[in-house]
């Protein structure tokens, strides 16, 4: 049985949380909290929030065993991107590219 959490629309781009998302993909969500816990990169938080909300939807249900639950599945796709513009000489203006992500964790009982 799969248990999941999802969170729409984060304001940071999709490449910085995957490289977070690569480090726990497939571990067990005890080292993947660990992981997430003490990594430097300031979205790690992030991504901390999301495994442990699938974590609280998995123990809702009866009969399953925190403790043997693994990340099965995380992903980041991209989301909705916010186009501003800033001036540049002689009244030209370039674009900036806000990017924003969709990051979905689901979770599994090991058998």
């Given at each position: 049985?799969e ?7 984060i304001?940071v781009?999709p ?5 977070l998302i ?11 909290i660990d992981?997430?816990q003490?990594n430097?990169k300031s979205?790690s938080?992030?991504v901390?929030?999301?495994i ?25 796709d ?6 501003r ?27």
């Amino acid at each position: 049985m799969e248990f999941s959490s999802r969170q729409r629309n984060i304001r940071v781009t999709p490449r910085k949380l995957r490289l977070l998302i690569d480090l726990v993909r497939g571990k067990d969500v005890q080292v993947a909290i660990d992981q997430m816990q003490f990594n430097a990169k300031s979205k790690s938080n992030l991504v901390l929030k999301m495994i442990r909300s699938a974590v609280n939807n998995a123990s809702q249900n009866r009969g399953v065993n925190v403790d043997k639950l693994f990340v099965k599945k995380i992903l980041v796709d991209k989301g909705p991107t916010m186009k501003r513009f800033m001036p540049r000489a002689r009244g030209g203006a370039s674009t900036i590219l806000k990017r924003t992500s969709h990051l979905t964790v689901i979770l599994d009982e090991r058998q």
